[in-house]
């Protein structure tokens, strides 16, 4: 999962310019101004990927939650306004295969999962009312978990092309096992535009950590123990742009009492080609 690397944006320049002119030319006075579903930037893709996970997650796993590798296909996109921001993704893992997969014995069914991310601003400031939804479906077991996040989060873009996301939340869960609030999570998505070799890259990270979580939920929703209070979920990724049309990555995926898996570190690597749609 990565936000959007290059957004289009009116520059400092263009604006005051725009201004400048709107003062002395009637022509341009009469142009409608804004609307509240004008986008300021957007971006969309679909991608296949490959998550390669460690011997040592396949070994520390084979008995709670077994990890196995898979390909999925995702629709990934986001869309920026004058007063928010949404970002979302659907992936399809194992997309060919049956719910249930017999010569894995389970760990390669056919899964999906989703999440939609929102800023909603709060006025002029860098502070946003922050949402995010992420539900998981492992049709094979007919198991389902959905996480609610609502919390405050934060904006910040330097000239550098850094950009950092921050956000903090009450937490609440739905699943076959357990239903009801779930601690708090924090996390941030982060981004790093450069060029380099003549070429255009980019570095992202998602991170997630929650904690204070219900000892119910983690005693029923992990396989084999209860699982600690605190889980780190997130992925550290270098982007290549060789064209507008084609982007193509790598990812360290990394995740600690998280996944169904209880006291113990899990890591993969993820392998991405994605088409651009906008």
């Known amino acids: 999962m990565t936000a959007p690397t290059r957004m289009r944006t009116f520059s400092l320049v263009t604006l005051s310019a725009g201004v400048l002119m709107a003062g002395t030319t009637p022509a341009l006075a009469n142009e409608p101004a804004p609307q509240p579903l004008d986008r300021l930037w957007s971006f969309a893709n679909v991608s296949v990927n ?10 520390r796993t084979a008995s709670n939650a077994a ?20 970002y979302g993704f659907f992936d399809f893992e194992n997309p060919t295969n049956d719910q249930f997969d017999e010569s894995s ?3 390669d069914n056919f899964r999906t999962a989703g999440k939609v991310t929102s800023h909603i601003y709060l006025g002029d400031s860098p502070l946003s009312l922050y949402a995010h939804v992420y539900d998981f479906r492992d049709y094979g077991y007919d198991s389902r978990e959905q996480d609610q ?4 989060g934060y904006r910040a873009t330097f000239a550098n092309g850094l950009w950092f996301k921050p956000f903090i939340g009450a937490a ?17 998505v982060a981004g790093y535009d450069f060029a380099a070799l003549d070429q ?22 992990y396989v084999g123990d209860k699982a600690g209070s605190v889980g ?7 982007w290549w742009h ?31 080609v994605k088409l651009n749609l906008l």
């Open 50 to 59: 490959y998550l390669d996970w460690s011997n040592g997650t396949e070994r």
């Open 67 to 86: 990890k196995s590798d898979f390909t999925y296909v995702e629709i990934e996109g986001g869309a920026g306004f004058s007063w928010g921001e949404f």
């Open 105 to 107: 014995g389970g760990k």
């Open 149 to 152: 996040i609502l919390g405050l």
């Open 172 to 188: 609440r869960v739905q699943s076959d096992a357990y239903t009801g609030m779930n601690g708090y999570m924090a996390g941030w």
């Open 200 to 221: 255009n890259f980019s570095v992202t990270n998602w991170h997630e950590q929650t904690f204070g979580r219900d000892d119910d939920y983690l005693e029923q929703n």
């Open 232 to 238: 780190t979920n997130g992925a550290l990724s270098l």
């Open 242 to 272: 060789p064209t507008d049309l084609i982007t193509t990555g790598v990812q360290y995926r990394y995740s600690d009492n998280k996944l169904g898996t209880p006291n113990d570190y899990q890591n993969a690597m993820i392998y991405s």
